[in-house]
């Protein structure tokens, strides 16, 4: 069964960074695009960034853009979002997901339909707070 487990997020000052990791267990993620999505409290599930099975392909939302980076190491079988200059604004629970369906190594997956994704971890508390 598909799982992924998120972890690195915590408290931090605005200008500061975070990388937050996605772990992979019981399926290889180097098969898989996978998106990292989040949600304030009160708002929808957003998209953040996506990166194909072979790590050539991202994307980014346009608040995201130039600050965060997404990467993965598949011999880890983890995926990365490296997050610098954060502001309060990106205050959420962050999410790492996956179709679980391998739609070859250059396909980046879509930020613009949270539902399309069937597997998903627990989530990750962000708070950007002086």
């Known amino acids: 069964q598909l799982q992924l487990v998120e972890s690195g997020g915590g408290l931090v000052q605005p200008g500061g960074s975070l990388r937050l990791s996605c772990a992979a267990s019981?399926?290889?993620?180097?098969?898989?695009?996978i998106g990292w999505f989040r949600q304030a409290p009160g708002k929808e599930r957003e998209g953040v960034s996506c990166?194909?099975?072979?790590?050539?392909?991202?994307n980014y939302a346009s608040s995201v853009k130039g600050r965060f980076t997404i990467s993965r190491d598949n011999a880890k079988n983890t995926v990365y979002l490296q997050m610098n200059s954060l502001k309060p604004e990106d205050t959420a629970v962050y999410y790492c997901?996956?179709?679980?369906?391998?739609?070859?190594?250059?396909?980046?997956?879509?930020?613009?339909?949270?539902?399309?994704?069937?597997?998903w971890g627990q989530g990750t508390q962000v708070t950007v707070s002086s």
């Open positions: 997901a996956t179709k679980g369906i391998n739609y070859g190594s250059d396909y980046v997956g879509t930020l613009e339909s949270p539902h399309e994704y069937d597997y």
């Open positions: 019981g399926f290889t993620l180097g098969y898989y695009a």
């Open positions: 990166i194909s099975s072979s790590g050539v392909r991202t």
